[in-house]
């Protein structure tokens, strides 16, 4: 006698739905692609940790020592860096060929979940993020440039991570407002001066306050201080950081969602 065995997905530990299945093969991908372009790859993964080691270890290595609220101001301000480059260039590139390329349209017609790709590109964004910035958080560990409790350095790394989700949907909206060629023009033009005038990098002078808060990077290093305890350096309330950001997500995507129906 023959009998038919029908296999549950519980009892198969390989199998997965369907929709999940869609967004992790997309995800995966998605930052495999990432990874294996080495003009973007480099950049965003290497130059933060490099140029932390660099300052923090060596140029600011006396300065740390003798304050050591300077090693967490210079932590978080590199740490900025390596969280939100990924999260912007590799979205806002990336979106912006697959666009020129018409390959969103080929996305749209096959049968995956609606907005599988966009998840994975914002998750993609976010991975790369971890993997830039561990390696940093590392190396101030191991130089104690990082005079923190434990339970501090978590707050904080969820904090910069949280962070970089304003600058994934900044890349969505570049992605889809610039050519292939031109994203990366207007990702450095949008990004490179926040660095700068928000005074992620260092301080400014006063007749320059008054435009600090229109640069998303200001915000994230507002919450990074305030969860590290580093109230020295702190300016505005945690409770505005978190509206700005929010703010500058919903005004970012809403522009890139507008872009995505006016025209793929």
């Not at 020592?65 to 090693?71: E, I, L, N, T, Y």
């Not at 207007?186 to 700068?196: D, E, K, R």
Request: hydrophobic fraction near 60%; glycine fraction near 8%.
């Amino acid at each position: 006698m023959n009998a038919l065995a029908v296999e549950s997905p519980s009892m198969n530990p390989a199998a997965a739905p369907p929709a999940l299945a869609a967004y992790w093969a997309e995800t995966r991908c998605e930052f495999l692609r990432a990874l294996r372009n080495p003009a973007l790859a480099v950049p965003i993964l290497l130059l933060p940790v490099g140029l932390y080691a660099l300052f923090a270890a060596v140029i600011f290595g006396e300065a740390i020592a003798k304050d050591p609220s300077v090693g967490i101001f210079m932590f978080v301000s590199f740490a900025i860096m390596a969280v939100t480059m990924p999260a912007l260039f590799s979205i806002g590139a990336g979106l912006a060929m697959e666009r020129e390329m018409g390959l969103l349209r080929l996305k749209r017609a096959q049968p995956a979940p609606a907005g599988s790709w966009l998840i994975a590109k914002i998750a993609s964004g976010l991975a790369l993020g971890v993997v830039s910035y561990v390696p940093m958080l590392i190396v101030a560990l191991a130089t104690g440039k990082l005079p923190l409790e434990p339970l501090r350095i978590v707050a904080m790394s969820a904090v910069l991570l949280a962070g970089a989700i304003p600058f994934c949907a900044l890349g969505l909206m570049v992605g889809t407002l610039a050519s292939g060629s031109a994203a990366p023009g207007y990702a450095n033009l949008l990004y490179l001066p926040g660095c700068y005038l928000s005074g992620m990098f260092f301080p400014l002078p006063a007749s320059m306050h008054w435009q600090v808060p229109v640069w998303p990077q200001f915000h994230v290093g507002q919450l990074a201080m305030h969860a590290a305890g580093a109230a020295k350096f702190e300016f505005i309330p945690p409770q505005m950081a978190v509206a700005a950001l929010v703010g500058f997500t919903t005004l970012f995507s809403a522009v890139a969602i507008w872009r995505l129906a006016r025209k793929g």
